[in-house]
């Protein structure tokens, strides 16, 4: 008896070996390294062990070989599976289930009671193999069916399901519902089914939501269970659990929910197979999640689940490659798990927390990479070679090749289609290194599907981890360029080209291979002829299912649907609108297909389009048409009928539609323009027509004010719409300064001030946005904002000469100097956009206080008397150094001048003369002063008419006291000549005449006749029509005291 009980127990122990070896073969087989010589070895071992377990080899064969060879509708069809997916039976149900759907319940029961219906509980184990080999084929129907093509058979059966929409039903999670567009829904749903059962029998259902409370901070507690924090997971209480909170330094305060029952037996069955369904139900937990239409939004319940199953599935997996090489197969299975931990936390949207999972499964892959520099060219034009980013990436060893799937040698399957970059663009299909020939072997080292797999990864952390942004994109396309280099995986190299296409398309000069790129990887799915699958051949010859699900969990490739979707928002970007709507509508998006309509002015299909699908009363169903669909048709009407289809999208959407109210804004504010172009209208009536009855102007009056009412009633409403519209979307730039326009436009400044403030938040380059804040300021009283404001603004927005004015006073107003080298720079570019037919330039006014404003700062005064001016200079040309070391802001000022005679018609106004004197002779240039007074005179003398008018001839009197006192001042003795080493002292003044006389040169001389000839013309010109009493005696008294002046100077001046 004992010897039978050793005999018994060896066998017994031999069983186990085996089982164990069929539960290692097969795990590596379905995770991506298949070795069908070693596979058929373990299961024939298994078949000559004799006994029950012997039964079992050849049902597993056949499944694991089928799905190994992507005939997952064997799989489906065998006899078990079939049971499996028969009716429910409502009378069934046991209390263990019965918080879950029937569908569900039912396929859990007959799960748990096909694993634990043998005595063995090895054979209890094999049998979970089976079990889990249905759920990976019904997993990997769906996702080729949905992801990575190509199209599949018709679908299995499923008469567990009474209906597709209960298989749709049966996959909602959260109050989240699956998107519609997918196809055979019900297998993912048996899937699920089927591999939560084998990954753990007690794990309670999605059905069964977690409850999504926020994570406080909670002090440990002595013996209280720390969580890991190196990534691992820690078992607790039957579950697994991974760190996540524990890294943030809070524990998991969630209530757990209730564990479902199971047989011993059954729970026993899966733990030889525990890791290989931890891993397959939590792709199938992903793929889940990836289905619903939450938006940004993560499953709470479905991410506990994850973490379980993804804790289990990489401690199973760690321990098998503990103590082995990395690189080695055990190391990859445990590399692959963590790197498909850390797209999961990507597609649970919990930012950029994979990048650890990342850098784990690098290391375990025996991945080393490098970021470097290497100069090059990129454009087909280029002379000079510029730094380039470049990737290198090695494993130190040849990557293990797998094994050939079928007994027969099987043809390469061929690639997806790759769009070249067209013969006129200027870019270089590939960059082009220096010395690329001759480089580092490493560089080019052909790398495994695995390794490729983690460099995407690498490249998708790049991309979480920084903003939007030029240099992301450059940081991202050498991982991208590193993985287009071998074309060793058809799943791979899809992704690579997708994630090119989607770099591509930031640069104008690539996107339109982008887009028919994208075009490539759509056409894929089908098995129909396209513009890029041209022949009969290309649609056999392409990549079979098998090779397309290698490695599609390794990926973040999206299913076929958000593919279109982004190829249609692509051509819709480029205006390809005809092709963006027929994909709209194949993905039954009718909102995005009317606007499609919309931009392209068909508003006759867009009506059939919106008829044909909901009716012709939809507006009388409430319902019947989304907001979105209502905003569209909104916008393919005209007022009131567009207001109408707005106002029930506002309605219909329980006032939470921010687009509604964004539109109602809007038409208020044109509704608004129109009531003050009528009012215009009106004012322009009364001003025009004098002479009409006072009846008619006063009716012309009422309406006028009428029309003003009107306007700003229709400000405010439109205020209170926009405001609303961004309570639910507060960063729409575009409402921002919409609302700011109507605010001022109301002379509600502050809240105006907060509408432009927000919108140079988001927008910092918006000119408008920066030139409408510095108004504001003017109003206001605080020059010295307006003037930050408008600096900034007119860096943008140089073209605008209406904010290059604004910049303008605002500089004159600041106190307590006001800001001169603003208000030079602010007049000179207004003076030079007016020379090119822009804005208004700068009038006599401006001019006079800009000058004033530049002799301020220079210290200078602008009194014209002896006293008070400044000493003459010795240079008085703009370019010497005198001014340009001593005066800097006052020669600056002098070239405006300068730019003003010499490019505007201003040179033609005597106002313009004049300051141009004012300034010249406190700056101390007296002959360019003497100058500019006599043009000024002179301008004077020439209007027609001068001298029947008083007020003329008042001008005139003081501008000739003017010229005649600016020639009483001195001239420097020789302003060419160089500065003497040592003081001179100044030469004795001629007989009988004093200091002051004897400094007027002869040049003066010729000045003074020049003068005194003038001011007699003008004398004797007034005094023809003058006489006793007559209007402008007193200038013209003042004009022959001029010329009185400038003789006795010209006498004084004379030689005796």
Request: charged share 25%.
């Amino acid at each position: 008896a004992a010897k039978e009980d050793e005999e018994d127990e060896k066998a017994q122990d031999l069983a186990k070996q085996i089982c164990a070896s069929v539960c290692a073969v097969i795990t590596e087989a379905l995770l991506g390294i298949p070795d069908e010589g070693t596979l058929n070895a373990t299961l024939d071992k298994l078949g000559e062990s004799g006994g029950a377990l012997a039964a079992y080899a050849e049902p597993l064969r056949a499944a694991v070989t089928s799905v190994l060879r992507g005939e997952y509708g064997a799989v489906l069809g065998s006899e078990w599976a079939s049971s499996l997916v028969a009716a429910a039976d409502p009378a069934g149900d046991t209390t263990e289930t019965a918080n879950l759907p029937r569908p569900l319940a039912s396929m859990r029961d007959r799960s748990l009671a096909y694993m634990a219906a043998p005595s063995d509980e090895l054979a209890c184990s094999l049998r979970a193999l089976e079990v889990l080999l249905v759920g990976v084929g019904a997993l990997n129907w769906f996702l080729q069916a949905n992801y990575t093509g190509p199209e599949t058979g018709e679908c299995p059966p499923l008469p567990v399901f009474q209906d597709p929409g209960e298989a749709l039903q049966s996959l909602a999670v959260d109050g989240e519902l699956p998107h519609a567009g997918s196809t055979d829904v019900g297998l993912l749903a048996v899937a699920r089914a089927v591999l939560a059962t084998v990954a753990d029998p007690t794990f309670p259902a999605w059905s069964s939501p977690i409850a999504d409370q926020p994570i406080g901070e909670v002090e440990r507690e002595e013996g209280q269970d720390a969580r890991a924090t190196g990534g691992g997971p820690v078992q607790s209480g039957g579950a697994t659990k991974t760190s996540e909170y524990a890294s943030r330094g809070v524990l998991d305060t969630r209530p757990e929910r209730p564990r479902l029952k199971a047989p011993l037996k059954a729970i026993r069955a899966s733990i030889l197979v525990r890791g290989l369904g931890a891993a397959w139900s939590a792709r199938a937990v992903v793929t889940h999640q990836r289905l619903l239409i939450a938006g940004d939004e993560s499953s709470p319940t479905l991410w506990a689940e994850a973490e379980a199953n993804f804790g289990a599935a990489t401690a199973a997996l760690a321990a098998q490659a503990a103590g082995v090489e990395t690189g080695d197969r055990a190391s990859r299975l445990a590399s692959a798990a963590w790197l498909e931990f850390g797209l999961a936390k990507f597609h649970f949207t919990k930012g950029d927390l994979g990048k650890a999972n990342f850098n784990t499964a690098k290391h375990l892959a025996g991945l080393v990479v490098e970021m470097t520099g290497a100069l090059g060219k990129r454009t087909k034009f280029q002379q000079t070679s510029h730094a380039q980013m470049v990737l290198k990436a090695s494993t130190g060893k040849a990557a293990d090749q797998p094994a050939a799937e079928a007994p027969e040698a099987a043809p390469a399957p061929s690639l997806p289609h790759v769009e070249k970059q067209a013969e006129d663009s200027i870019l270089l299909e590939r960059m082009a290194l220096d010395g690329e020939k001759g480089g580092s072997a490493k560089v080019d080292e052909v790398l495994g599907p695995l390794e490729l797999g983690v460099l995407l990864a690498l490249c998708l952390d790049v991309k979480n981890s920084n903003p939007v942004h030029g240099l992301t994109t450059e940081e991202m396309r050498p991982y991208v360029e590193r993985v287009l280099m071998h074309h060793n995986n058809w799943t791979i190299y899809s992704t690579g080209l997708l994630q090119r296409a989607w770099l591509d398309f930031e640069s104008y000069y690539s996107k339109d291979r982008a887009t028919l790129q994208l075009q490539a990887l759509v056409d894929q799915h089908a098995s129909t002829l396209t513009l890029t699958q041209m022949s009969f051949d290309a649609v056999k010859n392409s990549a079979p299912a098998r090779e397309r699900l290698k490695f599609v969990h390794a990926v973040v490739y999206p299913p076929r649907w958000e593919l279109k979707k982004d190829l249609a928002s692509r051509y819709m970007e480029l205006g390809v609108l005809v092709s963006a709507s027929q994909l709209y509508e194949e993905l039954e998006l009718w909102d995005d297909a009317l606007d499609c309509y919309a931009r392209m002015g068909k508003k006759t299909e867009a009506l059939s389009l919106v008829t044909a699908k909901l009716g012709g009363d939809y507006l009388d169903k409430p319902g019947a048409a989304s907001p979105r669909m209502l905003c569209a048709l909104g916008n393919l009407h005209a007022p009131p009928e567009s207001t109408t289809h707005y106002e029930a999208a506002w309605t219909s959407s329980g006032r939470r539609f921010a687009k509604a109210a964004r539109c109602l804004g809007r038409e208020a504010v044109d509704l608004a323009d129109a009531c003050a172009a009528q009012a215009a209208k009106e004012r322009s009536k009364l001003s025009e027509e004098t002479n009409r009855p006072a009846e008619e102007r006063t009716r012309d009056a009422a309406a006028e004010a009428a029309h003003l009412a009107n306007s700003r009633r229709e400000l405010e409403r439109a205020e209170d719409l926009l405001g609303k519209a961004l309570q639910l979307q507060p960063g729409h730039t575009s409402d921002w300064f919409v609302l700011g326009t109507v605010r001022m436009r109301l002379e509600k400044w502050q809240p105006a001030l907060t509408a432009f403030s927000s919108v140079v938040a988001h927008m910092p380059d918006s000119g408008d946005a920066w030139g409408n804040v510095g108004a504001i300021h003017l109003r206001l009283k605080r020059p010295d904002l307006a003037l930050a404001a408008l600096a900034e603004g007119t860096k943008c927005s140089r073209e605008s000469w209406r904010m290059w004015e604004n910049r303008l006073l605002a500089a004159l107003q600041v106190r307590p100097k006001p800001s001169a080298g603003d208000a030079i720079l602010s007049a000179s570019t207004l003076i030079d956009l007016h020379a090119r037919g822009v804005g208004r330039g700068v009038d006599t006014p401006l001019l006079a206080a800009v000058t004033s404003a530049a002799l301020a700062q220079e210290g200078l005064s602008t009194a014209d008397t002896a006293d008070a001016v400044a000493p003459p200079l010795k240079d008085e040309s703009l370019e010497g150094d005198e001014l340009r070391l001593s005066r800097p802001v006052g020669r600056r000022a002098g070239l405006l001048l300068d730019k003003v005679t010499a490019t505007t018609k201003r040179a033609t106004e005597p106002k313009t003369w004049e300051i141009f004197a004012i300034f010249n002779l406190a700056l101390g240039r007296r002959r360019a002063a003497r100058e500019a007074r006599m043009k000024h005179v002179r301008l004077l003398q020439s209007q027609t008419g001068w001298e029947k008018r008083a007020e003329s001839i008042q001008a005139l009197a003081d501008a000739a006291a003017d010229l005649v006192a600016v020639h009483a001042l001195p001239l420097h003795t020789d302003p060419k000549a160089p500065e003497p080493a040592t003081p001179q002292p100044p030469p004795p003044p001629p007989a009988g005449s004093s200091s002051a006389e004897g400094s007027v040169s002869k040049e003066n001389q010729q000045q003074l006749s020049v003068v005194a000839m003038l001011l007699r013309g003008c004398v004797k010109k007034s005094e023809a029509y003058g006489g006793a009493g007559s209007s402008g005696d007193g200038a013209r008294l003042k004009l022959k005291g001029a010329l009185t002046d400038a003789e006795a100077l010209l006498a004084k001046a004379s030689p005796p």
